[in-house]
Structure formats: C-alpha cells, structure tokens
C-alpha cells in the first residue's frame, strides 16, 4: 500500500506556473509507473503525464512543452512542473501509483489538489 498526497495547487493567472507534488507514504524507487491524471468539470478524467521506474516519461498531446513530469526518489515525491497554463488546464490533478507484480496492477490515486487558471 503506498497513501499519496498532492499539494501545489491554486489559482494563477493564464501563461502562470505551478508546481504539483505528490507526496507518497513509501519509497517510490520500485513502483513502474507514478503518474498525474487530471479531471476538468463535466469531462472524464485525462492522462497528464507518467513517469516510470527507470525514468522515462510520456505526456497528453496537449500538454507536450508545456508540462514536465519528475521524480525524486530520496524524498518519495512525483512533481510536476507547469508552465504557459491556460484556461483549460483548470482541473483537479491526481497522483497515480501503478505497480505490477507479475500478475495484477495495483492502482493507488491520491485526493487530488485543484489547479485553477484564470484572469
């Protein structure tokens, strides 16, 4: 089991920055995949970005240039780096874990941390 808690979030103005953290309750070196996800009102819950084990990342289209996704494993924290935020960013971010055991994914997602860009 790993708990994740994501701070960072806020209200900026568009082409603002911000920087998530997910905080996670357990080393973080061996999980396959950590991940943000994010969920906008009224629509389905999107891919952000992940980060994997070995660090290779993968990003939404829409948020490639603009969004960076790291990991520093000695603190147990996933962040992700924002910049040029518009309007349709405004979303809750959640924290993803994904592991694979062998034979099942386990799945942990944190309560996620509102992001808000507006002028």
């Known amino acids: 089991q790993v708990q994740l808690v994501e701070s960072g979030g806020g209200l900026v103005q568009p082409g603002g920055s911000l920087r998530l953290s997910c905080a996670a309750s357990?080393?973080?070196?061996?999980?396959?995949?950590m991940g943000w996800h994010r969920q906008a009102p009224g629509k389905e819950r999107e891919l952000v970005a992940t980060i994997t084990s070995g660090g290779s990342t993968n990003y939404a289209d829409s948020m490639k240039g603009r969004f960076a996704i790291s990991r520093d494993n000695a603190k147990n924290t996933v962040y992700l780096q924002m910049i040029s935020l518009k309007p349709e960013d405004t979303a809750v971010y959640y924290c993803n874990a994904a592991q694979w055991d062998g034979s099942n994914w386990y799945n942990y997602w944190g309560q996620g941390t509102q992001v808000t860009v507006s002028s």
């Open positions: 357990r080393s973080i070196f061996s999980i396959n995949y």
